[in-house]
C-alpha cells in the first residue's frame, strides 16, 4: 500500500479545508488535501449548496494572499450596506429600519458575497494549479494515529500518509476531532435555516437586510442579477417544524409567504433555486488543537447565520495558523505552535459565539413586551455614532496577527 510524506494533511475539502490547501500550497508547503465527497462546482446539480458566503473585509486579503481572489471577484456582489429591520410589532411590517454604511469605517464595502458552490468550483481551480497541492477528492480520512513527531493517517482507500501536522476542517461533526476525543459543547435552538435564491423586482442596491420578527432572522443578501433581474440569496430560519412547512409548500403559497415575512421591502419575491435545509446549532471545540493537529472552522466552532461570522472566523483561524508556520516552517505540528494558534484563537472564538448566540435568541423571541424591548435596544445602539462604528468593525472581526 502506498506510503507518502507530507507537511501538511488537510481533513476536509468543504470551503475552509480547500482554501486552507490554497493558502498553505500558495506559500509553498507540500499538502495532501482528502475529502470522501467530491466537490459540486453546478449550480443546478443535485446536492449544489446553494448557500452563499457573505466575505467581510479581512476575509478578502487572506483570499488574496492564497492566489483565490483575482477568480471570485469578477463573481462577487459587493456589501455596501447592512440594514436591520425589527419588524416585531402586531403586524409583519417594518417598525425600526437602521442602515450600517461601509463608508462610515473607509472606502471599501463591508464585504463580498459569492455562492458556495462557485467558490468550490473557483478553489479546486486554484488548486490545479499548484503542483506541491495534492487534492484527493474522494478519498477520506479513515484512522489517525499521532506521535509526538508526526501524525500517521491511514486514508479510505489504504494509503497511509506521515505528515508533520494535520489540519482538521472536517466539519461540524470532525472525525479527526472525535478521533483525538477533544470534547465539544454543543448549544441546540430547535432552529432549522432555509437557504435558496430569489428575484424581486427592487433591485437591491448592494444592501444586505436582516429583517427580525421572531423565529430568527430573515436575511436577503445581493447576488448579481439573474437573467436582467434582481437576485438575492436568502436564509430563513424559523423553529424546525416551522421550516419543515415552508419547505414542502407550493411554490406560489411559498412565494407569498416569504414576500410577507419580508416586510415586502423589494416586492413580490419569487423563489429561484431549490430549497435547502440546514440545522443550526452553536459548538466549541474546548481546545483547538490536539497532538500534530489543529482544528479549524466548523470542526472547531459552529455559529447561526448571522452576521456572516461563521466562514469569516474560519478564515481568521486559517490566517493566524499560516502566519505561524511562515514565521517558524521548522516548528509545524509542535507543541509550542499548537499552543500558539490556540491562545491566538480561542478566546477571540469563544466570544464571537458567545455574541451570535445571543443575537440569535434575541431574534426568535415570541413575547411581545420583548419583541418591543429588542427594538428599543437596537434604537438606542444605533443612535450613539462611536457604538454603531465599534459595531461594525467588531462585526468584521479583528485581524489578528
Ligand atoms: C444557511 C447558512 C448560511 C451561511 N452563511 C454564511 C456567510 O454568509 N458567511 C460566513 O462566513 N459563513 C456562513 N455560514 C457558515 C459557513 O457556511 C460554514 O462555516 C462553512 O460552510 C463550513 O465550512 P467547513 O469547511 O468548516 O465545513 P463543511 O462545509 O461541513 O466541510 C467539511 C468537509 O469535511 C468532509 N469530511 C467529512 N468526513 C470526512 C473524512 N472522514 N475525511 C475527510 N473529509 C471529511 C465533508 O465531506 C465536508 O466536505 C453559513 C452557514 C449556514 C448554515
Known sequence: MERIKTDILISGGGVAGLTAAAAFGTAGFNVICVDPAPPITERD??????????????ARDF?????????????????????????????????????FNAADIGDLPFGWNLPNWLLRREMTARLAELPNVDFRPGTGTARVF?????????????????AKMIIAADGRG?????????????????QKALAFAVTHPIPHENVSTEVHRSGGPFTLVPLPDRDGVPSSAIVWMEDGPEVARLAALPEADFNAEMTTRSCGLYGPLTLASQRTVWPIISQMAERMYGERTTLVAEAAHVVPPIGAQGLNMSLGDLRVLLNLAVEAPHLIGEVSMLESYHKARHSEVRARVAGVDLLNRTSQIEAQPLRDARAMGLNALYSVAPVRKTMIQLGLGARGR
Open 146 to 162: 499521532t506521535r509526538s513527531r508526526q501524525a500517521l493517517v491511514t486514508l479510505s482507500d489504504g494509503t497511509k500518509v506521515e
Open 45 to 58: 446539480a443535485a446536492g449544489a449548496d446553494l448557500r452563499t458566503t457573505a466575505f467581510l473585509q479581512p
Open 63 to 99: 483570499l488574496d494572499r492564497a492566489g483565490i481572489w483575482n477568480k471570485l471577484a469578477p463573481h462577487a456582489s459587493p456589501l455596501q450596506i447592512m440594514r436591520i429591520v425589527d419588524a416585531g410589532g402586531e403586524t409583519p411590517e417594518p417598525r425600526l429600519t437602521k442602515d
Open 174 to 190: 470532525s472525525p479527526v476531532r472525535e478521533a483525538l476525543d477533544i470534547p465539544v459543547k454543543t448549544t441546540r435552538y430547535g
